[in-house]
């Protein structure tokens, strides 16, 4: 705790100044974030710092897994609906990313629920919402032998069933419909901090590049 409350004097005294100007404007005029960015709660993966966000830019939801569950789920397994809902429907965001990563815990533990070393039953329904996703794994993937190869297809696999259900939120919908919504899809690679994105035609993550000019 203690590196916490060093790291917050050292923020007031040495880096605040450079974004004084900023968070006054955002506490005057309110957030207006132009991207929703859903990604893991793993501490490895921080939006802001891969895509060099500043405060206000992005609308974060970080969960276990960056599972989006279908818009038919609500009670405690669906707290992230509520804040799709408010960055699409009273936000209005004009993108939205789901971002995966390599090494994803969740996606381990999805693929082999006997290696949790605990019994943590909130986890286990969480993960429950994916079971989608080691079918396809399971049915499409058997000549994968690695178990990290394994993984790695779950994390990009479950980015994509993430768009799926997106997709099912009216608020969503709507606005896909008449081009005010885009959705992305993306995967972090944490040895080398690349991003690679999902491309529809080719059917695979490929590295994110520059827009055309």
Known sequence: MQRL??????????EFGRYSALFRKLAREGQNPHTLFIT???????????????????????????????????????????AIEFAVQSLQVSD????GHSQCGAMAALLDPP??????????????????????????????????????AAAEENVLFALENLKTYPGVNSRLDDGRLHLHGWFFEIATAELFAFDPDQKQFLPLSQPDA
């Not at 409350?5 to 040495?14: E, L, N, P, T």
């Open 40 to 82: 893991c709660a793993d501490s490895r993966v921080l939006a802001e710092l891969i895509t060099h966000s500043a405060p206000g830019d992005l609308f974060v939801v970080k969960n276990v897994g960056n599972i989006v569950p279908p818009a038919t789920v609500s009670g405690s397994t669906n707290s992230t609906a509520a």
């Open 115 to 152: 290696a949790l070393a605990e019994p943590m039953p909130h986890l286990a329904s969480w993960l429950d919402l994916a079971q989608p996703v080691r079918k396809v794994i399971e049915e499409n993937y058997t000549h994968l032998a690695s178990p990290l190869a394994r993984q790695t």
């Open 5 to 14: 409350i060093d790291g917050v004097h050292r923020f007031r005294s040495q």
């Open 96 to 99: 939205i990313v789901v971002c």
